[in-house]
């Protein structure tokens, strides 16, 4: 069993889920959003194609007002266009993932918000505020944060390590900031995780050292 540290784990705020996928290489994505992505941030984006997924940092680097739509309500909606640069050093795992997810995006060369690739991917949008994992268990974390997040309003967090990727449903416990500290200390609680995530962090709990 190969021993992990806090470092390796990720954490973020998931704010979009199921987002299709316009266009996408080993350098980074499009993809198409109804609220816009804040430029130069920071987001994790976990890639899902069947049952093969990998989670890599990006930075948004174009976002664009597309068109406006029509919501399954009849509302009008607006549609905003977003371009992701991936900006870690990947491992051999993510790059095999990569390799495996770009075989089936075959599509036109430079796909259109009108322009739909031939095999269907959608990639899963987390927002990366939190700077460092202080501890995780099975039932809670213990992380620091760049904003103060509100006590209460449930939050769906994205836990990633190794390119293994679950979210899970999750409320604060309590948050604090010293005088000098640039950030805050939240402690969360995990609620209702299913049974992938149970799993995950069961397996985390064992390898951490």
Request: with cysteine.
């Amino acid at each position: 069993m190969t021993p992990l540290n806090l470092t390796q784990i990720g954490i973020s705020i998931v704010v979009d889920l199921n987002v299709p996928v316009l266009n996408f290489s080993q350098g980074g994505l499009a993809i198409q959003t109804e609220h816009p992505l804040t430029m130069g941030g920071i987001y994790q984006f976990k890639l899902a194609h069947d049952e093969k997924s990998v989670t890599l940092d990006g930075e948004v680097v174009r976002c664009n007002l597309t068109e406006l739509a029509e919501s399954v309500s009849g509302e009008p909606m607006t549609l905003y266009l977003n371009g992701i640069r991936f900006m870690i050093e990947r491992n051999p795992i993510e790059l095999s993932m990569l390799d495996i997810l770009t075989d089936h995006m075959v599509g036109e060369k430079r796909a259109t918000p009108r322009t739909k690739p031939r095999k269907k991917m959608v990639v899963d949008i987390g927002r990366s505020c939190f700077t460092q994992v202080h501890s995780i268990t099975m039932g809670s974390a213990l992380l620091e944060c760049r904003e103060l997040l509100d006590m209460d309003q449930d939050w769906n967090l994205m836990i990633q390590a190794e390119g293994r990727n679950v979210n899970i449903p999750a409320r604060v416990l309590h948050a604090s900031k010293k005088d000098a500290a640039e950030s805050y200390e939240i402690h969360v609680e995990f609620y209702r995780p299913g049974r992938e995530a149970l799993i995950f962090l069961e397996d985390l709990a064992k390898r951490l050292v």
